[in-house]
């Protein structure tokens, strides 16, 4: 268990690691800062004074070394356009996205498994077919469509919800305030957390019903129904509990991924958090807040993995963490 | 008796309630983004000159016609060749407390000719004297007729407040690009409003200032938050759920839905902001030739452009100073004539065509990958092939820098709000030791230009200096120096009862203290 967390923390450092270095080296490629920093009229001495003021003169590899022997010890740089340390900033971001998040998993797992256990269920029913009809559209129409559907109609039209923002929000500890406290704030987290989940809600419907379907068909399920069990129990003690498994573990790397990508919903919404605040980055050339971001999120798959890995253990006792016993 | 005792009081206390949130107006508003920092000095910018208006004061503003208005100045004169002398506004508080005199201009005078940003627009200021606590004297290098329109650029400072240490022991009136600084995180200013609270890029909220001096001013909003809306369909969509009440920019792709909804208006007008197109007469040895220019110029249906891509939410161009600018020469007429076009690159030999590079901005300005590409459609009809390239302006500027293809886009808007500027910066001959034509990609070189430009910004009279001034843009349009595309038009959106009317302008910078909401 240690030796396989102790290998976890080494990936980590690795994975970031190499995160920075492409950074890095990809630099000039982001734009220049300079240029969101200062006005289009101001000298080009002015300019290379401020390049230079920035480090941005050095050789790369100088300014790399740099960026490391501070990374060391806990400073991921200064972004140019919050003038605050950026793990700072994505740490102040940060419960703005995860709210935003966790809201569209809950959604997605109180939708997906009833409606996912039903298609299995009862595979030929008029809604499991219109089910997955829906569904199929579900996953290709882009996120930032349905956001914007959803705000014509819900906020322009009739007026009902509100188009963009957090609202009013309840401060909890630290950086985190939450949505979830105050009615203002549970109506603006409402839309962004519908069209954030529309993507991954079908695939989730979609799974839940392959491997229920799996399971029904299985040894045991049939041996239940022989030993005169009724269908109720078999359904929820002997098939979902088993369809679960799989659908933990996608769920655990889904959400991971959720939380890198909510940056389409975030922006159409204007919602504060990480995604957005990343697309605004490359937009302004925020070297730092680009870099530092992207290995914050290299950071998150890592520790996300980790868990779902060990999770798994814990359910299923045959999974080798360290794959050494054969 | 004792109920109905209570019974009026209950109704003197409904009535005083109703009066009170009756006349505190707020307006929320959206725009694109939010002021980058609280220190007006740090960043030349539109966001940042809307700040500067909101919680500061200049000496003298730009009224919608273009003139002069008085503000912190009351009155000035020009006392000889080189000196302008202003007589200064008494009674007027800082948002500390603290009394404003000339002395806070001198200082904050200093501090705008150590900005980065701002030294560029005083280069030509040698001085600012005081004479005495209410009397100041502006002293150029030599004889300047821009003295007025640098004026507006000088909002005074508190310079009580910005002076000392602060907590870190580092100097409270410093300018900081990069990183915190006092003056970024904090403010003192004369203007309308006091910054209450600021979440960057989140929101502003900014409160009247109690003691505002301008106590005419129908201006009757209390409260402004202000809340950046990236996505512009986002914006339109605030607006129109009624969630904001005022929201700029307004995309013209959006104009009919704002105009079809009854409870948003939208107001536009005639903007300043030069659209064009420079060709490369280093890279390219054909475009050396003033007919295969002339040709291009001729090649490129401007007019079509402003209709079809810019939904006539522009002006078709064909010169850079637009109407209302000294430098504005009537003659010159946008002159789209393929035939003639056809002509004149037979003329230069170049019947068969060649092929170009070209490249624009995507996230610049109005339209702007749109337009490029119709202009290269439109060189194809004179078998100038064009190898078009449109990118974010991150990565366009460090190309443009590196004058990177043959055919360059730039659009400019005149800090000074006068036409010399225009050819400071895209037409004089690129020298790294004076700055001049430090956006001239073209390289377009004209002795001509060079010197009357020069010439002109030491010619105090009027009418002397507009004739000049016109004369450089008809050289322009003789040598073809440039491709001229359009002017910019400005648009704002509000809801209904915000009346915007009065208080906006050509600078973009709508006066938000003279706001009036019904």
């Known amino acids: ?326 | 008796m004792k109920n109905r005792f209570l019974l009026s009081t209950c109704l003197v206390m409904a009535s005083l309630l109703s009066f009170t949130s009756a006349s505190a107006k707020e307006l929320r508003m959206a725009y694109d983004a939010d002021p980058v920092t609280l220190d007006i000095h740090e960043q030349l910018s539109g966001g940042i000159l809307q700040l500067s208006h909101m919680s500061f004061d200049p000496l003298i503003r730009w009224t919608k016609e273009l003139s002069f208005q008085p503000r912190l100045a009351i009155s000035w004169q020009r006392i000889n060749v080189s000196t302008v002398r202003f007589s200064l506004r008494k009674g007027v508080k800082f948002h500390s407390g603290n009394m404003m005199t000339a002395q806070d201009f001198k200082w904050t005078f200093n501090r705008l000719k150590q900005s980065p940003d701002f030294k560029g627009i005083f280069a030509n200021f040698e001085t600012l004297n005081v004479v005495d606590d209410y009397t100041i004297d502006l002293v150029t290098t030599g004889p300047y007729p821009l003295v007025l329109h640098t004026a507006t650029y000088i909002f005074p400072l508190d310079s009580k407040f910005y002076t000392g240490t602060d907590a870190n022991g580092r100097d409270k009136g410093a300018i900081v690009k990069n990183g915190a600084s006092f003056a970024s995180t904090n403010l003192s200013g004369t203007g309308p409003f006091k910054v209450a609270s600021r979440e960057q890029g989140i929101k502003v909220v900014f409160e009247r200032f109690a003691d505002y001096w301008d106590t005419s001013t129908p201006g009757n909003v209390d409260r402004i938050v202000l809340t950046p809306i990236k996505d512009e369909q986002t914006r339109v969509a605030a607006l129109l759920s009624g969630d904001v009440d005022f929201i700029a920019p307004v995309s013209p792709n959006d104009f009919n839905q704002i105009r079809a909804s009854s409870d948003a208006e939208l107001i536009t007008m005639p903007g300043t902001r030069i659209i064009t197109f420079q060709m490369n007469q280093n890279r390219r040895e054909e475009l050396k030739d003033q007919r295969v220019r002339m040709a291009i110029v001729h090649a490129v249906n401007n007019e079509a452009i402003v209709k079809k891509i810019m939904k006539d939410f522009a002006t078709t161009a064909a010169q850079m100073s637009p109407p209302g600018y000294l430098g504005h020469n009537p003659n010159l007429k946008p002159r789209y004539d393929l035939a003639l076009a056809k002509q004149l690159m037979k003329d230069a030999g170049y019947e068969d065509g060649f092929s170009i590079t070209m490249m624009a901005p995507n996230n610049r300005y109005v339209n702007d990958d749109k337009i490029a590409q119709a202009v290269a459609t439109m060189l194809s009809k004179i078998n100038i092939a064009v190898d078009l390239q449109t990118m974010p302006k991150a990565q366009y500027w460090p190309a443009f820098d590196d004058r990177a293809a043959d055919i360059m886009m730039i659009g400019w808007h005149s800090d000074t709000e006068d036409s010399a500027n225009f050819y400071e910066f895209l037409a004089m001959t690129p020298d790294q030791s004076s700055g001049m034509g430090a956006y001239n990609s073209g390289n377009y070189s004209s002795d001509y230009v060079d010197k009357k430009t020069v010439m002109a910004n030491q010619e105090t009279d009027v009418a002397n200096r507009a004739t000049m001034l016109q004369a450089i843009e008809n050289k322009l349009f003789q040598d073809a120096a440039f491709i001229p595309l359009h002017w910019q038009n400005l648009a704002w959106a509000a809801r209904k009862g915000v009346d915007l009317d009065p208080i906006v302008n050509a600078q973009n910078l709508p006066y938000l203290g003279d706001l009036v909401i019904r």
Not at chain 1, 20 to 33: A, E, H, V
């Open chain 1, 1 to 326: 268990m240690i030796q396989f967390l102790l290998k976890r923390v080494f990936q980590a450092a690795l994975v970031m690691l190499i995160i920075s270095l492409f950074c890095f080296s990809i630099q000039d490629t982001l734009g220049d800062p300079t240029r969101e920093m200062a006005a289009m009229s101001m000298s080009d001495a002015e300019r290379e004074n401020l390049r230079d003021e920035l480090g941005l003169n050095d050789p790369l590899m100088m300014q790399y070394g740099r960026f490391l022997s501070k990374a060391l010890q806990g400073d991921l740089g200064t972004s140019y356009f919050f003038k605050e340390p950026t793990l700072d900033v994505i740490l102040k971001k940060m419960p703005a996205t995860l709210e935003l998040a966790f809201a569209a998993s809950i959604l997605i797992f109180t939708i997906s498994i009833p409606m996912g256990v039903f298609c299995a269920i009862k595979p030929r029913h008029w809604f499991s077919r219109l089910t997955m009809a829906v569904s199929v559209i579900g996953i290709s129409i882009p996120v930032f469509l349905t956001a914007l559907a959803m705000i014509y109609i819900f906020s322009v039209t009739l007026g009902w919800m509100p188009s963009f923002g957090r609202g009013e929000v309840v401060q909890v500890w630290g950086y985190w305030s939450t949505n979830f406290l105050s009615r203002d704030g549970f109506a603006h987290i409402v839309m962004p957390a519908i069209a954030l989940s529309s993507i991954m809600l079908p695939l989730f419907i979609r799974l839940v019903r392959a491997e229920m379907l799996e399971v029904l068909s299985s040894e045991y399920v049939k041996f239940a129904r022989a030993k005169g069990l009724s269908n109720l129990p078999v359904y929820l003690k002997h098939a979902l509990k088993n369809t679960m498994l799989p659908v933990i573990t996608v769920g655990g790397v889904q959400i991971g991924i959720m939380v890198a990508y909510t940056i389409l919903t975030e922006s159409v919404f204007q919602w504060p958090g990480m995604g957005f605040m990343f697309l605004e980055a490359v937009n302004r050339s925020d070297i730092p807040l680009i870099t530092a971001y992207i290995m914050f999120v290299g950071f998150l798959f890592v520790v996300v993995n980790t868990l779902v890995d060990l999770l798994y253990g814990f359910i299923n006792p045959m999974v080798d963490l360290v794959g050494r016993r054969q």
